[in-house]
Structures are given as structure tokens and as C-alpha cells.
């Protein structure tokens, strides 16, 4: 054997180690895992529903109600309180540390988040000017267009390939909303005009962001995007109030809605876009499709009892088509016949445990939709009033009654 060979067997045999072998890991230390969040993901949801009712209804409620017509100096208000307090949370907590990872120049913010916050702004203006003429329940229908009006936005701005058969599918959508347009009884076309700019102003905006957002340097959470876009949109607001509102409006009708009122409507509008920040963070895009359409359902519902508005049987069959199209337009057959199969499962080993519960469920349901059914096609010429007074009478208790004022 030469010594090539020699060499060569030496090197292939291994070696015993002449001495103790120190590890490279301590065992005995556990690597510090994140600490997990005891919130159930349910208050998230339960927090962004409520937070998006209540701001679309207290903006109806100061428009409306209160009388205060202003809707672009209330959408510059909302603006400036946004972009005061996203300014103090960039300084003093870790919520818009995200901003820290967008390249954000002069020369981008001028060619992407001017314009963008430009449509968002009209947007806002048109959203605000709706409530003045139609109801809450008639602007959540139309909103429904919204995913209509982004598909084809993003076919005009080549983002996606025109598709005959998702056509087909948002033109579902298209034809509940007229069904519910038809039906609804107060039908005012300025209205109607206003919320149909505001969808289209709205489907601009999300495909602009989502030509911004395809690159991963401009990748930006809701709260982030607000403390771009804030500033812009309250300048551009205020352009426009400054010559449309601001001439008209008296200290009077601001103190007859209250300092303090007005404070919480900008604390809400923003502490929403706080929800959706961790909404986000928590849940998946099914629960976010299918929070939105419980939302709208509950704020129809919340019309209906704040305001009295009169939904039409043919309005609800027009807005079930409308929310079934967009269901099955965000998530696709085979993702819903999944979920659909787990829940019959889930409703069968449901009634297998509890089945007198299940019936109970089942019968108040039955019961629910009747009242809505009976409740909407009932004749627009019954006053609710009269017979409440009436029934008060025949059970001794006292009708208060208001002097008429001359």
C-alpha cells in the first residue's frame, strides 16, 4: 500500500474523540417562544361589526337626524382627527412600525398616494353626501355593487384579463340590486347618483392601491395606508368645503351637535380603522367576507328600528341574491361547498347532542323570517301609532299627546 492509499484509508475511518464533547446546545434552555394572545379571535370580529355599524349609523344620525348637512366638512373632520392620531401613535406606540419598512419618496407619494388618496376623497364626499337622501338599509344595498364596480376597474387598468364567466358571476350582484332599487319606496335619484359615484370612486381607490401594494416595498397594513393617505384626503376635503360648506356652516349648528358628540364620531371612525388593523392579523379572508355581509344585514336591521325605514318584501329578495352573488363571487364553489359540508356535519352532531335546542333554533328562525317577510310586504299606509295608542287605551294606560305648534 502506498502512501496515498495510506493517507487516504486514514482520512475515511473516523475518529474517537480522545476527550469529553462539549454541546453546541444547551438543552436544558428553551428557546423564548412569543407570548400567546388569551383574546379569543371572536372579539375581534365582534369589535370591527360593531365599530363599522356604528360609525355608517352615527354619520346618518348627525346628517340626518341632528340636521347638520355637512357631509364634506364632517368627512374633513374625520380626516384631520385620523391624521392627528396617527401621528402620535407613530411616535409614542409600535403600531405603525410597519411604515418603517415602505420605501415611501417624494416621487411616489406625489405619483401614487396623491392620487389614490385623490379618489378616496371622493369617495368619502359622495358616501356622506348618500345619507342625506336615501335610507341606511337602501346605501347598504347598493353598496353591494362594490365588488362589481372593482372587477371592472381593474380590467380598465390592466391588473386582470376580462373573464366571461366571472362576468357572469358579479352580473348575479348587478341583478339583485336592481331587484331591491325596484322595490325600495323612497327612491331619490340624486341620491342613488351620489352613492353610484362613490362606489365607482371607491373601486378606483382599491385598484390603485392594489397596482401600489404589488410590490413588496409598498406593502402597507389599513392603519399604515391611513397615515399616508390622511393628510392628503383632509387637504383635498377641505379645498372643497372651504368654498361649498364652510361659507354656509354656523358655530350654532356645530354647538346644536355638541363638542363632545362630534369627538366620539372621530374616535369611532378612527378606532375602526384600528379594528381592522388586528381583524386582519386574526382571522382569514372567509371571516372577513362573511363579517361584511353580516354587518350590512345587521345595519338593514338597525334602519329598520332606528329610523322606521319600510323594507319591501321584493327589496329582501333583491338584496339575498345580491349577497348570495358576492358570497359566491369572494369565495368560489368549491371553497363554499366545503364549508357548507362542515357545517351540515356540524348542525347534525348539533342536533344529536342537543336536539331540543336544535328545533327551538330551527322554529325561531321560521319565526324571524316571517316577521321580516310579513313586516316588508306590509301596505306603506298602516300607522304603527295608532294602533300602539289604541292598544294602550283598551289597556288603561295613559296616551301622552303633544300639542300641535302653530
Same mark, same amino acid.
Given at each position: ?112 398616494? %396623491?392620487?389614490?388618496?385623490?379618489? @378616496?376623497? +371622493?369617495? !368619502? ?6 345619507? #342625506?337622501?336615501? &335610507? =341606511? ?116 349648528? %356645530?354647538?346644536?351637535?355638541?363638542? @363632545?358628540? +362630534?369627538? !366620539? ?6 378606532? #375602526?380603522?384600528? &379594528? =381592522? ?130
Amino acid at each position: 500500500m502506498g502512501v496515498e492509499e495510506k493517507d487516504r484509508a486514514s482520512g475515511e475511518s473516523p475518529r474517537e474523540p480522545t476527550g469529553p464533547v462539549l454541546p453546541t446546545v444547551n438543552p436544558d434552555v428553551e428557546k423564548p417562544q412569543p407570548p400567546k394572545s388569551t383574546i379569543h379571535p371572536a372579539l375581534y370580529v365582534i369589535v370591527w361589526i360593531s365599530l363599522s355599524s356604528s360609525v355608517i349609523l352615527f354619520n346618518k344620525w348627525i346628517l340626518s337626524t341632528l340636521g347638520f348637512a355637512y357631509p364634506v366638512l364632517l368627512t374633513t373632520y374625520h380626516l384631520t382627527f385620523a391624521t392627528i392620531m396617527t401621528q402620535i401613535l407613530a411616535r409614542y406606540t409600535t403600531l405603525l412600525d410597519g411604515r418603517k419598512t415602505v420605501k415611501m419618496t417624494g416621487r411616489v407619494y406625489l405619483r401614487a398616494i %396623491v392620487p389614490i388618496g385623490f379618489f @378616496f376623497s +371622493l369617495s !368619502l364626499i359622495c358616501g356622506n353626501l348618500t345619507y #342625506l337622501y336615501l &335610507s =341606511v338599509a337602501f346605501i347598504q344595498m347598493l353598496k353591494a355593487t362594490t365588488p362589481v364596480a372593482v372587477l371592472i376597474a381593474s380590467w380598465s387598468l390592466g391588473l386582470s384579463q376580462p373573464n366571461l364567466k366571472v362576468f357572469l358571476n358579479v352580473s348575479v350582484i348587478v341583478v339583485g340590486v336592481i331587484i331591491a332599487s325596484i322595490g325600495e319606496i323612497k327612491f331619490v335619484w340624486i341620491g342613488v347618483i351620489y352613492q353610484i359615484g362613490g362606489v365607482i370612486f371607491e373601486a378606483l381607490r382599491l385598484t390603485m392601491v392594489q397596482r401600489l401594494l404589488s410590490s413588496a416595498e409598498y406593502k402597507m397594513d389599513p392603519l399604515v395606508s391611513l397615515y399616508y393617505f390622511a393628510p392628503v384626503c383632509a387637504a383635498m376635503n377641505f379645498m372643497v368645503a372651504l368654498f361649498w360648506e364652510l361659507p354656509k356652516v354656523s358655530m350654532e349648528e %356645530v354647538y346644536a351637535v355638541g363638542l @363632545f358628540t +362630534l369627538f !366620539l364620531n372621530g374616535l369611532c371612525a378612527f378606532l #375602526l380603522n384600528v &379594528s =381592522v388593523v388586528f381583524l386582519i392579523g386574526k382571522t382569514s379572508s372567509l371571516v372577513l367576507t362573511l363579517c361584511g355581509v353580516l354587518k350590512d344585514v345587521m345595519l338593514v336591521v338597525a334602519s329598520i328600528l332606528i329610523w322606521g325605514t319600510q323594507v319591501t318584501g321584493l327589496q329582501f329578495f333583491g338584496y339575498s341574491i345580491a349577497l348570495g352573488g358576492m358570497v359566491y363571487y369572494k369565495l368560489g364553489y368549491e371553497q363554499l361547498k366545503g364549508y357548507a359540508d362542515e357545517a351540515g356535519r356540524q348542525w347534525a352532531d348539533f342536533g344529536n347532542r342537543k336536539p331540543v335546542l336544535r328545533r327551538l333554533s330551527i322554529i325561531a328562525l321560521v319565526l324571524l323570517t316571517l316577521f321580516v317577510v310579513l313586516g316588508g310586504l306590509a301596505p306603506s299606509g298602516i300607522d304603527a301609532t295608532e294602533y300602539l295608542n289604541d292598544a294602550k287605551a283598551k289597556m288603561g294606560m295613559s296616551t301622552a299627546t303633544t300639542p300641535a305648534t302653530p
